[in-house]
């Protein structure tokens, strides 16, 4: 994650997301981090991150370019997905 602060300025909240997605105005390329109460690792309430994930998508269904638009979801091991 070396260098990643230079970029402070693109980052968002995820109401602006949402708002974006709503307007479709979202840019070209978004990435998305879940909080860690959406972690969908044991011992955690998975049916939070589900609840995080179908929010997302939920969001993309619903915007003006949802027809352009491609929805990649990656676990990774460190306790999220990305």
């Keep these: ?5 230079r970029y402070v300025d693109s ?5 602006i997301f949402y708002e974006q997605a709503a ?3 979202l840019p070209a390329f978004s990435w998305i981090n879940p909080p860690l109460q959406a972690c969908d690792h044991p011992c955690y ?6 609840r995080f994930l179908k929010d997302i998508y939920e969001a993309l269904r619903a915007s003006p370019s949802w027809n352009k638009t491609a929805l990649l979801v990656v676990y990774d091991d460190a306790g999220g997905y990305y």
């Design 45 to 50: 309430d998975i049916a939070k991150g589900e």
């Design 11 to 15: 980052f968002y909240s995820q109401e």
């Design 1 to 5: 994650m070396d260098g990643v602060g």
């Design 23 to 25: 307007n479709g105005t």
